[in-house]
């Protein structure tokens, strides 16, 4: 039944939650759900019974939490893609996860179509990393941290929440800067609308958006982080990047990584 279709394992605090997932991810071709629970010790069960590609993780769970499970999974060394979906947002708990080895963290409510774009994305990394890798030589496949997950992670540490719109809206603007460089140089007539266009907005909503995220992170006072992530201090007391020069520092910084 599921040898042909992406399995995913859903945890999640309770039956209604699961059945909606369940829904939205029967939307999706090639997509199959293997199993779910509320329940942490049972899901880990199912976990290494079905072998799932991609598990959708809540951080309360009955028996243990999410962050267990977690850590059970990491001792395990089970090759799955991990989406955490929760309703906390507190910076401390979302890095905690991601660092934990979770490749997404998504706060509730969330959109469905966003939720099917990275089940998609997730799947889409790990199958061009192990065709290259294969294609280079006979070694075994070993999993590298995606672009997705490295901006991520640069974003949490730098004081910008994934719960905001324009967290999504700028890491989609780095990637392209990333891919095409010369975008940053026409980001009003190119950068916005092609971001707008993929979710379903306009570009002058994801200029505000990107604005706002950066201000956020600028009003938590993370500075000196920013200063330490860059390897320089370009930046002093309030002073603020425009929405390009904060998207092309982090795409600049990402293909230094070899990104």
């Known amino acids: 039944m599921y040898s042909n279709q992406t399995k995913v394992v859903i945890l999640q605090d309770n039956a209604v939650a699961i059945e909606e997932l369940v829904a939205t991810i029967g939307e999706m071709d090639n ?14 069960k199912i976990i ?5 590609n991609v598990i959708i993780l809540g951080l309360i769970l009955q028996s243990i939490d999410g962050f267990e499970v977690l850590n059970r999974l990491k001792q395990e060394k089970l090759n799955a893609k991990i989406i955490v979906l929760s309703s906390f947002t507190r910076d401390a708990i979302v890095r905690r996860a991601l660092d934990m080895g979770a490749s997404y963290y998504m706060v509730k409510p969330y959109k469905s179509e966003i939720l099917k774009a990275r089940l998609t994305e997730l799947v889409s990394e790990d199958a061009v990393s192990q065709t290259k890798t294969e294609i280079k030589n006979d070694v075994p496949y070993i999993k590298r941290t995606s672009l997705d997950e490295k901006i991520s992670k640069i974003f949490i540490s730098v004081g910008i929440p994934p719960h905001i719109k324009g967290y999504y ?7 392209m800067a990333v891919e095409s460089p010369d975008v940053i140089n026409n980001i009003t007539k190119k950068l916005y609308p092609k971001i707008g266009e993929k979710f379903d907005t306009s570009a002058s909503k994801v200029e505000r958006a990107i604005r706002h995220a950066i201000e956020v992170a600028w009003n938590r006072g993370r500075i000196d982080v920013i200063n330490t992530m860059l390897g320089i201090r370009a930046y002093i007391g309030n002073e603020k990047p425009t929405n390009g ?3 092309a520092l982090i ?7 070899g990104a």
Request: charged share 30%; aromatic share 8%; proline share 3%.
């Open 48 to 52: 290494t019974s079905v072998k799932p």
């Open 169 to 175: 809206y700028l890491r989609e603007g780095v990637k």
């Open 245 to 247: 020069e904060f998207i």
């Open 251 to 257: 795409a600049d910084k990402m293909l230094l990584e």
């Open 31 to 44: 997509f199959s759900v293997a199993g779910s629970s509320v329940d942490g010790e049972e899901g880990l």
